[in-house]
C-alpha cells in the first residue's frame, strides 16, 4: 500500500478526532446521569419516619453495577460488543426501576447503533425488552431508534426480532402519544415486515390496527413509516385479507392526495399489491364512487414525483382487468397522460405507461389510442437504446396489435422514417429476443403494401431476406407462418421478386413445403393409427 497523501491524512486524522469526542461525550453524559442520581434526596438516609417507610429506587448492587459500567467505558471504550462482565452490568441497567440508570443503558446502546459496523450478538437483545417497556419517555425513544438504527444497518437478524419477545413491546410504543416513539416503533415494524414470517406474526398480534390509526398521524414523520409498514404487509395475501376488513382501502385512497410524495408513493403502491389481487377489485372500484380510478389517473400527471406516477400506471394496470374499467380509463383521459409519460426522462415512469398501454390496445374498443399522440410516443419510444427487453416487448406488442387496425396502422405509417424503418430492422432480426423480433417483423408485414413504406423497405432488402430466412427455417409455427406472408407480400415488387431468385429465397421454400408435407404425412398415419 503506497504512503497517504496530505488530503487523506487529514480525514483520518478528522474521524479520529470525531470517535474521540463522541466516546468522551457518551462517558460524559453516564457521568452526568450518575452524578444527578448520587445527589437525589431520595438516595439520602433520613431516620425519620417517612424516610424510613420510603425504599430507594437505586438499590446497593445497582450503584456499584453503575459505576463499574463506567469504568469499563472509560478504560475500554470502542465500538464493539461488551464481554461477559460489561454485558452484565449493561443488563442490569437496563432492568433497573431506576430511570437514570435505563437512560444510560439507553444511550450506549443508542450510540452504539450509530457507530458499529458488526452483527449484533443475540444475547445483546435481551436487554431491550426492558427499555423498550420503561415507563421513561426518554429510554423510550432512544431504544426504539438505536433498534431502528440496528435493523437499517443488518446488524440485528429481523425474524430473530420477533423469536425473542421484542415484538409485543414495539407494537405496545405503537399506542404512545409521543410522535417521536410513534415515529420511530412504525420505523421498526415497517422493517420487520420485508419478512414473510414477520408479516404473518404482526398480523396475528394485532398490529394492523394501530398502524392504520397512525397512517392519519398529523406528525409527517409518523405518517410516511406508518404507511410504510402498511405498504410491507400488502406483500402477504393473508394480510390484505385483514388490512380490508379493517377498513384500509378508503385509508389509503385518501391517502393518495397527501401533499407528501413519499406518503404518496407508499399509499399508491400499497394499493397496487391490493389491486394485483382480483378478489379486491370491488372493494376497490365500487360502481357508485370512482374515486380511486380518477385520482390515480390524476396522479399520472408529469408534475407529481416520477415514482408516484409509476407507481400509479401499475396501479391501474392491475385494476385493467376488465373491458368495462378501460373504457372507463379512457373516458377519464388517461391518453394524453400516458402520452407525455412515454416521454419520460424514467425508465421505470416509461416501462410502467407502456404495460399500460399494451392492456388497452388488446381490446377494439379502445381505439381512442389511435387519436391520442400515444402512437407516435410508441414508435419513439422504440428507438430509445436504453429500453429495456421487457419494456421492448410491451412496445412492439402494442404496435403489432394497433397495426392490425387499418386507421391506427395509417396512422403509424404518416411517423414512419428512416431511423424508425432500421430500428423495426434491427429487431425483427434479433432471434436472440423471440417476442421483439416476432412483434416488429408482424407490423412490417402489416405495412408493407403501402408506397411509402415499400420505398422505405427497399433500402433494407438485404436485412429483409435475411430476417425471413431465419424466420422461413424457425421451429415455431408462427414464425415460419409470418415468413411466407411477408414473403409472398413482398414477392408483388419487382425489385424484392428479382432480389429473392438472386438469394435463391424459392429454393429455401420449396425446402419448408416438402417439410410440412412430410410433417403432414406422418400426422395422417399417427391419426390412422390412432383410429384403427
Known sequence: MGQLCGRCMQLLRDFTGFVQRMSSDLVQGIKECLTLISKCSCLKQNSSKNGQLYKPILQPHERVTAQEFLQHIETDFEMSPLGKDPLEALRTLSFSENQGLQQSAALYYLHMSQHMNIPLPVEHLEPFYALLRSADLEVQQMSSLSLVNFL?????????????????????????EDPTVQCNSCACIMTLAVSESNREAIGAARGVTPLLSLANSYDPRVQQNAVGAILNLTQSEKIQQVLCKEGALPVLAFLLESPDSEVQYYSCAALSNMAANVQHHKALLRPSDRFLLRKLICLLSSSVDKQVS????????????????????????????????????????RRASIALLWILSQHPPNQRITESCCVEGLLQTMLLTDTQEDSLRYVTSCLAELAKQEGTMLHMVQWMDEPLTKCLMRLAGQLEHPEPSFHAASIIQHMISHEKMMLLWKHHIGEIQAYLKNFLTHQEVRFQQLGISTFCRLR??????????????????????????ETQELLRAAMCHEDS
Open 492 to 517: 408483388a415488387d419487382p425489385d424484392f421478386s428479382l432480389a429473392f431468385r438472386k438469394s435463391q429465397m424459392a429454393k429455401l421454400l420449396e425446402q419448408v413445403r416438402q417439410q410440412t408435407e
Open 152 to 176: 437499517l444497518e443488518g446488524n440485528i437478524d429481523k425474524e430473530l426480532i420477533v423469536r425473542m419477545g421484542l415484538l409485543e413491546p414495539i407494537l405496545d410504543l405503537l399506542e404512545s
Open 310 to 349: 409509476s407507481q400509479a400506471c401499475v396501479c391501474l394496470r392491475n385494476l385493467a382487468t376488465s373491458v368495462d374499467i378501460q373504457a372507463e380509463m379512457v373516458a377519464e383521459n388517461v391518453l394524453p397522460k400516458l402520452c407525455s409519460l412515454l416521454a419520460s426522462g424514467s425508465e421505470d415512469v
